[in-house]
């Protein structure tokens, strides 16, 4: 087996940590939305946390298939992380700009993890970071429609 980049397993730690705060920040959202258009993003925000939870436990199954432990803690996302978590009650059309500019966050954050997993030709990890990319382009893509 070779050796994972440090560089690769930090990097999936910080993903693990954003995609665990943006899953709480979704929850959050979906349980306390008002409004008009409260039934559907009620049902948009839990489609959201749902896939997140999903993401949380590959992403971390992953980190552990390369060596390392997962970080597993609210104290260790907080220091990884570079979402934040929702204090307060916003508006629904908030909670709609805030998740989108989560997940256009977290699309730019693994545009910087594929050198490193092309660099060590790990395919596993760069399947992973498609399929992630690829839900949250399509979730960002949703949202932004959703404020049209």
């Known amino acids: 087996m070779k050796k994972t980049p440090v560089a690769l397993t930090d990097g999936l730690s910080r993903l693990l ?41 590959l992403i971390a199954e992953r980190i552990r298939s390369l060596g390392q432990k997962a970080p597993a803690s609210f104290s260790e996302f907080s220091k990884l992380a570079s979402i934040h978590e929702e204090i307060g009650h916003p508006s629904a059309t908030d909670m709609v700009k805030r998740l989108l500019e989560d997940h256009e966050k977290m699309i730019a954050l693994i545009a910087t993890l594929f050198p490193i997993a092309q660099d060590t030709k790990d395919e596993a990890t760069l399947d992973l970071l498609i399929n992630r990319t690829e839900e949250h382009e399509k979730t960002a893509w949703m949202l932004r429609s959703t404020l049209e």
């Open 17 to 57: 940590a954003n995609t665990y705060t943006l899953y709480l920040k979704a929850q959050n959202f979906h349980w306390n939305v008002t409004g008009p258009h409260f039934h559907s993003l009620h049902r948009m925000f839990e489609e959201i946390y749902t896939s997140l939870a999903e993401a949380v436990d």
